[in-house]
Every structure is written in C-alpha cells, then in structure tokens.
C-alpha cells in the first residue's frame, strides 16, 4: 500500500536530516513563552455579553498582563469603548 510513497520519497532521504526543533524558541511545545502564551488563552475568556458602564465598586487587576476589572464574582475586559464579560479559569 506505501511502497510507491516510499519509492516516491527514496531519492530526497539524504537531503532530510534530523529534526530542528529546540527547547527555547518560542514556537516549540517545551518553551517558556510558548507555555505562557497558551496559559493566557486557557485562563481569560471572552463572553458575547458587552456593557458600556462597569457597576459600582470594581476594581482594577492584572492577570498574565491582561488588564482586566473584578466586579463582585464578575471580570470585565476593555474592549473598543466598551466591557466585555470574561471568565477567568
């Protein structure tokens, strides 16, 4: 069943050498900012729901660098003149 893609691959195998990737740069899965990057996405998440004034008595925070203001058990995000609710995981 593979013995053409073989044959077809054949002639280029001296010119493959070993695989490149190294702990460090940012686009391996092992890399500091690659980790930082996709915790970010994984712990604020946008909601469909937008207000255009936050409620009393918010506060401003940081998470991963993302400004974000805490509301009672609410996150808010600034977002184009506007809050978007974020859930925070």
């Known amino acids: 069943m593979f013995a053409g893609l073989v044959d077809a691959v054949g002639p280029f195998a ?8 190294r702990v460090g740069h940012p686009l391996t899965p092992g890399s500091v900012a690659g980790v930082a990057r996709r915790t970010t996405r994984r712990t604020i998440r946008r909601s469909t729901v ?3 004034r936050l409620p009393t008595a918010c506060v401003k925070t940081s998470i991963n660098g993302t400004v974000l ?10 977002y184009g003149g506007r809050y978007v609710v974020v859930h925070v995981q």
């Open 14 to 21: 001296p010119f493959v050498g070993e695989a490149q990737a």
């Open 50 to 52: 937008y207000v255009a």
């Open 69 to 78: 203001w805490h509301c009672g058990t609410t996150y808010y995000q600034p």
